[in-house]
């Protein structure tokens, strides 16, 4: 998955370094904007990189549970040994995430990224008022880029906690696996069994931001609904702020 995911990542940098290269006036890499270019694909490269390590790290510790879950022992010491794994795994991925401070920066760069959308959507409002129609695609481009990143950021983070909490039959999540021993399981084991099911559901697993709960599904969906709102309306402000400043100058 990170290989295939560098992979991406390396050939939409080159597309892109093909395109700044072929608008550049000066030899590329002979002056500060396009060594800032340089610089600044490789953070972001090691940045994605860094993301989709972590990310792979927390899902695999999700799917090991859920492979042992899916064929499980009906006994007693099965499921208690399940409950005790299930809250490492959940220690595990919030200090991969929270403790260490990475969702913070994630969420932050994130926020950046929504910021920069917008401000892509002001340049190219304002290319559209002043000539009438578009002159050029680059700032919508831009613009749509930074969001597809931070909605695709975000499903990657919500798709953790869904992997064990998911009501849905597609993502066989492990309380979804748990359920479907109901009615097999032995009576010498009921109270595991649903001492498992339970601790699932009221112990979360997965990233939590800053103030904000775990991150789910549920989360993310009211969150890009807003984003689409909130994007438009910061363009907006950003492009009628540029047009007061620009006035005094005429």
Not at 40 to 57: Q, T
Not at 162 to 176: D, E, G, Q, T, Y
Request: hydrophobic content about 50%; glycine content about 4%.
């Amino acid at each position: 998955f990170v290989y295939r995911s560098a992979v991406v990542i390396i050939v939409e940098m080159l597309l892109r370094s093909v395109v700044e290269y072929r608008r550049h006036d000066q030899h590329f890499g002979n002056d500060l904007y396009s060594n800032l270019c340089i610089v600044r694909g490789v953070l972001c490269f090691m940045s994605e990189i860094m993301f989709l390590i972590v990310y792979k790290l927390s899902v695999n510790m999700v799917d090991r549970l859920r492979n042992h879950i899916s064929d499980p022992e009906m006994t007693a010491r099965f499921w208690n040994d399940a409950t005790r794994k299930y809250l490492a795994t959940c220690r595990s991925i919030d200090l991969l995430w929270r403790k260490m401070g990475f969702s913070t920066a994630v969420s932050l760069v994130f926020a950046f990224n929504m910021l920069f959308a917008a401000v892509f959507v002001a340049i190219g409002l304002a290319d559209l008022a002043s000539a009438g129609f578009v002159t050029t695609w680059r700032p919508w481009v831009w613009a749509m880029k930074q969001v597809v990143i931070v909605f695709v950021g975000l499903y990657f983070i919500a798709s953790i906690n869904s992997r064990s909490s998911s009501s849905r039959h597609a993502k066989a999540s492990l309380v979804h696996l748990a359920r479907q021993q109901c009615g097999v399981m032995p009576s010498e084991c009921l109270q595991e069994h649903w001492t498992f099911i339970a601790t699932v559901e009221g112990v979360p697993c997965g990233v939590e931001v800053a103030i904000l709960p775990v991150l789910t599904m549920a989360f993310v969906a009211p969150v890009v609904r807003i984003a689409f709102v909130v994007a438009p309306i910061v363009g907006g402000m950003a492009y009628s702020l540029a047009k007061r400043n620009e006035q005094p100058m005429l």
